[in-house]
């Protein structure tokens, strides 16, 4: 799931080498911290949280396939 979600955000911001993914826990829950240049944060987020949300459902579906639950969250440099 974090390749997944890494390669979504590399193709919505400008900077995709400031993109970074950290996958947190590995057991029936994880957390995926998804970090980028300051400058690209609006546009992970979007319009009144359209995109975040978008990739909220996506990895939760991708999560649920495996059994598991998935949470996305979003960090501030």
Not at 12 to 35: F, M
Not at 45 to 64: E, H, Q, Y
């Given at each position: 799931?974090r390749e997944l979600?890494?390669?979504?955000v590399k ?11 950290k996958q947190?826990g590995s057991?029936?829950?994880?957390v995926?911290e ?11 987020i979007g ?5 975040v949300?978008?990739?909220r459902v ?11 639950k998935?949470e ?6």
């Amino acid at each position: 799931m974090r390749e997944l979600v890494e390669h979504i955000v590399k193709q919505i911001v400008d900077d995709p080498d400031k993109v970074e993914v950290k996958q947190i826990g590995s057991g029936g829950a994880v957390v995926l911290e998804i970090s980028t240049a300051k400058e690209d944060l609006g546009k992970i987020i979007g319009k009144k949280g359209r995109i975040v949300n978008a990739l909220r459902v996506i990895v939760g579906a991708a999560a649920g396939q495996r059994g598991k639950k998935a949470e996305v969250e979003i960090l501030e440099k």
